[in-house]
C-alpha cells in the first residue's frame, strides 16, 4: 500500500505593502485514481459541509430516477443543475424554459425569499422540481428536509459519496434545501472517482463550463485550462476537482473565508499539476488585490502550500 505523504497546513496570507497583515488556514486532500488518499495537507479529516460542492451528486439522483430523461434533457440541463452560476442570461433563460417545460414558474422556486431564475441555485432547484412534478410529489414544500425530493437526493449523495446514510450530517443550505457533511477526504475520494460515478454528469459539466459558474469564475476558468477536468467549489472554503489525470483533490478554508477561497483552492492545484496550469485568468484568481477605499491596489492575497 502507497504511504501517504503527509504536509503541513496551506497558509493564505493576505499581505499589505508587502507585510503579512493576516492568515487563513486551509487543509486539503489528494485521492488517486483508485480512491485511495495519497497526499494531506494540515488534517482533511475535518468534518465540512459540502455546500454547492454535492450538486452534481444531487442532479444524479435526477438522472438516474428517469426525471431527466422524462423531459427530454440533455448536456446543458446536466450542467446547470449541477451549478452554482452567474445569474447571466444564458442561466436564466435555460433555466425558465426547464421550469417550463415542467409545468412550472419561477414563482415556484424555493431559493431565495423573491424567487427568480437568476439566482445561483436555481438549476439545482429546478432540478428537484421536475422531479416532483415527475413523480407527483408537493410542489411547494420540495425544500423541506423531510421532503421525498430531499430524501432521495440525500440518498443519492450517500451512495455515491460511499458514507452510511445516516451517519451523514446534514443542515440547512443558504438557498433552503438540506446540505451534507463529511471529512474532506470523502470529498476528494469522491472526485477521484467522477468518471465512473457521473459519467454524463462530469461531461455535461466539461462541455458546458460557463453554465457551471461564468466566464471569470474559478470553475468555469479551470474547467477551460484542463480539458479532462471537473472543478465544483462550495460555500465556505470547499471546493473539489476531478482531475484530467484521474486524481480527485479537495481543498478546506478552514475559517471559511471568502478571500482565501480561490487563492487557496488554486495554489493546491498548482503544487499538485504543476505551473503551466495556471493560465492569466487563474493567476488573477489565485492572487487577488486588496484595494482600499479608492480602488488602489495596496496589497494582495495569497496562498503558501508546502512541500
Known amino acids: 500500500m502507497p504511504r501517504t505523504a503527509q504536509h503541513p497546513e496551506i ?11 493576516s492568515v487563513h488556514r486551509a487543509c486539503a486532500a489528494l485521492a488517486g485514481p483508485d480512491g485511495e488518499i495519497v497526499a494531506r495537507w494540515g488534517d482533511p479529516g475535518m468534518v465540512t ?25 440533455g448536456a446543458e440541463e446536466l450542467a446547470v443543475m449541477s451549478a452554482s452560476h452567474e445569474g447571466l442570461d444564458i442561466h436564466a433563460t435555460l433555466v425558465r424554459r426547464m421550469l417550463a ?10 431559493c431565495a425569499a ?42 443519492s449523495f450517500a451512495a455515491l459519496a460511499d458514507v452510511d446514510e445516516a451517519a451523514v450530517a446534514t443542515g440547512v443550505d443558504g438557498c433552503g434545501i438540506v446540505c451534507y457533511a463529511t471529512p474532506v477526504t470523502v470529498a476528494a475520494v469522491t472526485f477521484a472517482l467522477l468518471p465512473e460515478l457521473l459519467p454524463e454528469i462530469g461531461a455535461a459539466m466539461r462541455t458546458h463550463p460557463e453554465l457551471v459558474a461564468g466566464p471569470g469564475t474559478m470553475d468555469t476558468e479551470v474547467m477551460r485550462a484542463l480539458p479532462g477536468a471537473v472543478s465544483k467549489y462550495g460555500a465556505e472554503g470547499l471546493s473539489c476537482f476531478s482531475l484530467p489525470d484521474g486524481r480527485g483533490l479537495a481543498v478546506k478554508v478552514i475559517d471559511g473565508a471568502p478571500r482565501a477561497h480561490e487563492p487557496a483552492a488554486l495554489a493546491a492545484l498548482e503544487a499538485v499539476l504543476g505551473p503551466d496550469v495556471m493560465t492569466p485568468e487563474l493567476r488573477r484568481l489565485a492572487r487577488p488585490a486588496i484595494e482600499n477605499d479608492l480602488g488602489d491596489a495596496v496589497g494582495e492575497v495569497l496562498a503558501v502550500v508546502p512541500e
Not at 50 to 64: E, G, H, T
Open 11 to 21: 497558509l493564505v496570507q493576505a499581505r499589505r505593502g508587502g507585510t503579512v497583515e
Open 101 to 110: 417545460d415542467a409545468g412550472l414558474e419561477e414563482r415556484d422556486l424555493r
Open 114 to 155: 423573491v424567487p427568480t431564475a437568476r439566482h445561483g441555485c436555481s438549476g439545482n432547484h429546478t432540478g428537484f422540481l421536475a422531479a416532483c412534478v415527475r413523480h407527483g410529489w408537493d410542489v411547494p414544500t420540495y425544500q423541506r428536509p423531510d421532503h421525498p425530493a430531499q430524501r432521495t437526493a440525500l440518498r
Open 49 to 73: 459541509f459540502w455546500r454547492s460542492a454535492a450538486k452534481p451528486l444531487q442532479a444524479q439522483a435526477w438522472l438516474a430516477d428517469g426525471t431527466v430523461a422524462h423531459f427530454g434533457w
